[in-house]
Each structure stands twice: as structure tokens, then as C-alpha cells.
């Protein structure tokens, strides 16, 4: 399945999920219970991280075969070229080709923590690049990763959107969002996209909040920030009390999505942490209120 066809009709709204290889074999054990929540959901397709530096090259590829094959859930593999020489680049791909992956997220990636890792010296250095190889060489349905509130690297949003530009100059045909906390970053980030002539899908990223200290590590990672109805939010349970967070975290993101819905988005991609109780609580609501 190729994504882009989705978002052609106009006529639905999809829902997908993203999921990573466990790293452990009790993570394991916990991921096939999600995932067989997640499939009850039947979500428009599920998608798979890549570990930058091909750290779980092995558990990505697994994991693909698993959701398209054993579970007849339509799958978007996400590639990182981060430290890769051409010739891991197209193994990969290869090798995803051959378990029938259609559709790849192309995202640059950033350095492993393995201080030992060394980057391959002929490896690509931006997403726009890694966009090129891939379209002069596979007919993938291919898409990109972009920042509402700007990547944290960027030296400023206009220059990051300019480079989000290029991507799509070099042939991708949808984007996935990172998450945010208020829509007003979304609702801009997508005017300024339009203004500059991004005229393809832009599926929102959706993070319920699963545990403050997730929330603030991530956020820290990626430069979202927590905006103050967050912090009232949970300052008005207990620290500690989970149920109050896993009901917050929902709520938040109910409200989101309503928003993000209303206004007419081709999609909810929701970064589910390889859980499920948030995420079936936030799309059983959405549907139960004719939302979705
Ligand atoms: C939906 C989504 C999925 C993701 N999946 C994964 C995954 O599976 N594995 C993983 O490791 N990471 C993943 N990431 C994280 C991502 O790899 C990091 O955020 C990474 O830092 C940037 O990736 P990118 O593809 O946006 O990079 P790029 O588009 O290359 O941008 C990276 C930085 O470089 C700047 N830049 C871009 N082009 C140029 C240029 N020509 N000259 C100068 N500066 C430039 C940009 O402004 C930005 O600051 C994902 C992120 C999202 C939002």
C-alpha cells in the first residue's frame, strides 16, 4: 500500500499509529499485546521506527513483516540514514522492498549515543539527500518528517522550512509532523507551509502524554514545548497518581484531535511508546463522538 493513495480521495480522515522494535524480551511480550489492542483499532496503517546508525535494522524489518504479514495491518516503515554509507542504504531498502514495504518516512536521524559509532565517511548528511538517493533509485511512496515549532537544530523556522521545501522538491509526497501541545503551532506550521508552496498531505503527530518524565525527556529531545495548560493540567492531580495522568494525557490529546479534525486534516498519526491504553481511550472517544 502505498500512503499517499489515503489522502488522495480526500474523503477520509486516517488514523495510524507508530510503533518501534521492543528491545527486550518483556518489552516484546508487552509490544504483541499492544499491537493486538492497536490492530482491534483497525488503524488506516501502523508505522516503524528506524534506530539511527541502523541499530535496529534486524528489529525494524522483524517488526514490518510481523504487522504486514501476520497481522494484515498496512505498514509505513520510517528509515533514519544517519551514519550510513550508500551500500547499507540500499540493503536496507532492498530488504524492505522484499517483504513488499511500499512506503517509507525518510528522516535524517541523529547521532547514537555510542560514542564508539562512526559514520560511515560517504554518508548522507540531510533528509533532503536521503530523499534524492531513494527516488533516483526505488519507486517508494516516500514521505518526510517536519517540526511545527521548528527542528531544534534549525537556526531559524524559516530556514528549517525552506530545507522542508527542499524535501519535498526532491519528491516526497506527504509529511509527518512531531507532536505539539497546542494547535496554534500545527495551524501555523501549515500556513506557513502553503505560504511557501508545501502543497502535499501534512498529517499531524499526536503524543499523549504517557509519564512527566517521558514528557519532559522528549520534549527536551525534540524542542516541543510544554505549554502552560500542561503544566496546570498536572498540577491539578497528585504527583504520582498514573490514572489521573493516563486520563489527562487522553483528554489533552482528545481536545487536539477534535481541534485538528474540525479543521479538516487528513490524518492522526499518534506516537503510541509501544502502549495502548491511551491510545485506544483517545480514538474510542474520537469515534464514539462521531469525530473520526
Ligand atoms: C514523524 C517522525 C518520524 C521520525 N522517525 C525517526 C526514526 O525512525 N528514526 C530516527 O532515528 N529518528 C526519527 N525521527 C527523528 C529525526 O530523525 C530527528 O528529528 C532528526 O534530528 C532530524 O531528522 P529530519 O529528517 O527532520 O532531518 P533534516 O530534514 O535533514 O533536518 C535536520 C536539521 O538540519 C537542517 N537542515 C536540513 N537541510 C539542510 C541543509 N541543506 N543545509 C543546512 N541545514 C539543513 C534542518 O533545519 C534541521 O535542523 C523522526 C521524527 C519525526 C517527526
Redesign the pocket.
Known sequence: MKVIDLWKSDQKTTISF?L?PARSDKAAESLEKTIEQLTALNPDFV??????GGSTREG?RQLLQKLKHEKGLDVLA???C?GLGPEDIVSVLDSYRAIGIESI??????APRDEAFEPHPDSL??????VAFIRQRYDFCLG????PE??????DIK??LE??K??VDQGAEYI????FYDTRFFFDFVDRCRGIGIEIPIVP?IMPIYSVKMMEMLAGM?GATITDEVRKGLDSFEEGDKDALIAFGIELAYRQCAELLRAGVPGL?IYTMDRSMSTVGLVNRLRADGLL
Open positions: 507508530e518501534f508505522s516503524v521506527t528506524f534506530g539511527a525494524s520510517y528509515f533514519a544517519f518516512l525518510a528522516v535524517r536521524g541523529d548528511q540531510y533528509a533532503s539527500d536521503l518526510v518528517a517536519a517540526y521548528g527542528h531544534i537544530d534549525a537556526p530556514k528549517d530545507y522542508l527542499l524535501k509527518i509532523t512531531n507532536y503527530g525534540c498519526h
